[in-house]
């Protein structure tokens, strides 16, 4: 695949040698690779290049990684965003998670880690199977337009959180497991990641309201049932 199918990641890094490494492993894959030092260039940039995903570091200069995701998820724009930082308490990750980002990766990274967890994000983001409508009770998902109403009215839901729904849609009743899911819907398993799942379910159940279809199996997992 070419790096023009693969499309444009944007890299937003303050730390030179990190960002160096980043480009040089997505180049290696075939994507393009655009970096910005600071959020505000990064913001810019976003915007400005639509690119299929973003590497966003936290801590930056001019305005950092949080408010760059808020900004861009206010403006309507749901590219999947990764999370990059030294940060590794648990109330930043799921501060990013709730803003809207797809994944979360800290310091110090394997970049191939990294290459792989952008790779399942671009494709999460791009979802299109044989059969494109899925309903269960007040929720319909057109996997094709890849969006989601409540009654005919139309959701807004991140890449992640739209192929998370999708995942336990398209099988209603089966329970699975947090590890399941982790590594189905995120592309990798890690059991100190479970919490990524709880609240990308919290997120997607919080913007469907009462229609959301999942279902939490007490220390099990969840499932997708008629509420």
């Excluded at 930082?85 to 990274?109: C, H, Q």
């Excluded at 995942?167 to 947090?178: A, E, I, Q, T, Y």
């Amino acid at each position: 695949m070419s790096t023009e199918q693969k499309g444009l990641v944007l890299v937003v890094e303050d730390e030179a040698a990190i960002a160096d490494l980043l480009r040089l492993y997505l180049s290696r894959e075939g994507f393009g690779v655009h970096v910005e030092r600071d959020g505000r260039g990064g913001l810019a940039s976003a915007r400005a290049l639509h690119p299929v995903a973003v590497v966003l570091d936290v801590g930056l200069p001019e305005i950092d990684g949080t408010e760059v995701c808020r900004r861009l998820r206010a403006d309507g724009d749901w590219v999947p965003i990764l999370f990059c930082t030294a940060r590794d308490d648990e109330i930043d990750r799921v501060l990013g998670l709730e803003l809207g980002a797809d994944d979360y990766i800290t310091k110090p990274f394997s970049p191939r880690e990294v290459v792989a967890r952008v790779k399942a994000a671009v494709r999460r983001s791009g979802v299109v199977t044989a059969s494109p409508h899925l309903v269960l009770g007040r929720v319909e998902v057109d996997r094709d337009a890849h969006k989601v109403r409540v009654d005919g009215a139309e959701v807004e839901l991140t890449a992640t959180e739209f192929d998370l729904l999708v995942h336990l849609m398209k099988s209603p009743g089966r329970v699975l497991s947090r590890e399941q899911l982790l590594s189905e819907v995120w592309g990798y398993a890690a059991a100190a990641g479970t919490r990524t799942v709880d609240v990308h379910v919290a997120q997607v159940r919080a913007k469907l309201g009462d229609a959301s279809p999942i279902r939490t199996v007490r220390g099990v997992g969840y499932s997708a049932e008629t509420p």
